[in-house]
Every structure is written in structure tokens, then in C-alpha cells.
């Protein structure tokens, strides 16, 4: 178990998951650790040429942080870097952003998601190497709808309480669940049983699995991220857009 940071105290291992610049050579940092969830950090003098934590505060590398204050808004001390960053390239790099914006906007500020901590720990592992790089990401949404409480049965349905069946149609309905469908205005909504059955498992080892858990994560997911635009996305299809050119 890490030990509990308090001010001045020992160092927590976190991720940086969102910088901008303050006032003039300093940054706020936004951390996110498994013992303190997400936090607010002001890094002084970060942005100066000799600062040493210059070049440090980068994204998808575990860091040892320390800091003090008792407010909302505390100062980051001393951050070492734990183990070799993790290198995101091409696609990969806009998933991992992607996962960063997840856990800025959706999670409250300085609430503990230890499962939320370790899933996204592993999923910006598997990005790097993994041949499946949708894979992580789908995992990661489901587990974080659930820490979030939003628990869906993909088993039974919701109207009549029904067993799911593999080859019907279901439709999917916020607030309540899925329900039993042989078409529905907006196609989105609509999955097979076998998905469902399969997304009740984390199962997601086939492309059509797959493309279904992506559909169904926007429709879960978008009440809680409301009207926000998520910039990893329009980055992400910005330069679907230049390759084709």
C-alpha cells in the first residue's frame, strides 16, 4: 500500500495527465494518483530553462510527486520520474490523450479510483506495444462507467426482465438499460445479443465486438462528458483528414 502523502510528507506515484502555463515561468499540473485521485498542482518555475523539473512533467510517465499546502490548490516540491516514459506514436499517441481527457473531465477532484489508477496504468502500457490498440481503450471505458456507478445489465433486459438472447436485436436505452428492438430510429442504439453477452465478460476479441463496445461507450459516456469537446477526437480525426490529402 502507498503511504498517504501529507504536507511535506513522503512521494505518491501519480501520471500528469494535463499542464498549462501560469502566470509567468510556472505551470498548473493536473496529477492523477491511486491514493488521492485527481489533483491540482502549481509547478514553480517549471517552465524556466533551468528548472528541475523541466522536461519531467510529461504525460504517460509514472512519477514519484510530493508537495505541500492543505488547500485546494497545492505546490508540487519534487517529482522523479519511476521507470522509462512510455512512448506513444501515431494513433497511439491520441489514445492515450484520449484517456487523459476521460480521466480529467469524469473523475471529481480528490476523490480516491484505485481500480480507476491501476486500469489506466495498464492500458497506456498495452498502447505501446499491443497490436490491438482499441482494445485497452474499450476495457478502460467499461471499468470506468462502472467506478463511475453506472451499471448496466447486458444479460437481462429491462423492460420485461428477460434473458438476452445471442441472435435478437436490443436497443439501447439511458437510465434503463437495453430492451428488446427490431429496429430503432437511430441505428447507434441498436446491438446484437452476442455483443451484449460478450461486453458482460470484458470480452472484446473480435473488430465487430469491438466497434460495438465503441458505440455503445459514446452512448454511455455522454452524459457525463455533457457538451465538452474532447480535443484528443478532433486531433484524432484532424489527421485522418491530412493523410488522406
Known amino acids: ?22 502566470r509567468e515561468t510556472s505551470q498548473l499540473v493536473e496529477v492523477f494518483s491511486a491514493e488521492l485521485g485527481r489533483l491540482t498542482l502549481v509547478a514553480k518555475g517549471s517552465r524556466a530553462a533551468r528548472s528541475p523539473l523541466k522536461g519531467v ?34 494513433d497511439r499517441l491520441f489514445y492515450g490523450l484520449y484517456l487523459n481527457e476521460l480521466v480529467y473531465y469524469l473523475l471529481e477532484s480528490g476523490s480516491p479510483f484505485p481500480e480507476v489508477f491501476e486500469a489506466y496504468a495498464e492500458a497506456l502500457t498495452l498502447l505501446v506495444d499491443t497490436p490491438v490498440p482499441e482494445l485497452p481503450l474499450r476495457r ?11 451499471a448496466v445489465d447486458f444479460e437481462i433486459t429491462a423492460d420485461e426482465e428477460a434473458p438476452v438472447l445471442p441472435d435478437c436485436l436490443y436497443g439501447f436505452e439511458r437510465e434503463l438499460g437495453f430492451v428488446a428492438r427490431e ?15 460478450a461486453f ?13 463496445a465503441k458505440r455503445f461507450s459514446r452512448l454511455a459516456l455522454q452524459p457525463y462528458l455533457g457538451h465538452r469537446r474532447l480535443r484528443s477526437r478532433e486531433l484524432f480525426l484532424k489527421r485522418k483528414v491530412s493523410s488522406k490529402e
Not at 500500500?1 to 494535463?18: L, S
Not at 478502460?140 to 453506472?150: D, I, K, P, S
Not at 429496429?183 to 453477452?197: E, I, S, W
Not at 465478460?201 to 465487430?208: I, L, M, T
Open 57 to 90: 512533467l510529461q504525460p504517460f510517465a509514472r512519477l514519484a510527486l510530493s508537495w505541500r499546502g492543505r488547500g485546494d490548490l497545492k505546490t508540487l516540491t519534487r517529482a522523479e520520474p519511476l521507470g522509462l516514459p512510455r512512448r506513444l506514436a501515431g
Open 200 to 212: 458482460a465478460e470484458h470480452r472484446f476479441d473480435s473488430p465487430a465486438i469491438l466497434q460495438a
Open 183 to 197: 429496429r430503432t430510429p437511430d441505428p447507434a442504439n441498436l446491438f446484437l445479443g452476442a455483443h451484449l453477452h
Open 140 to 150: 478502460f471505458e467499461f471499468l470506468l462507467l462502472e467506478a463511475l456507478g453506472y
Open 1 to 22: 500500500m502507498q503511504p498517504r502523502v501529507r504536507d511535506g510528507g513522503d512521494q505518491v506515484a501519480a501520471f500528469v495527465i494535463h499542464t498549462r502555463p501560469y
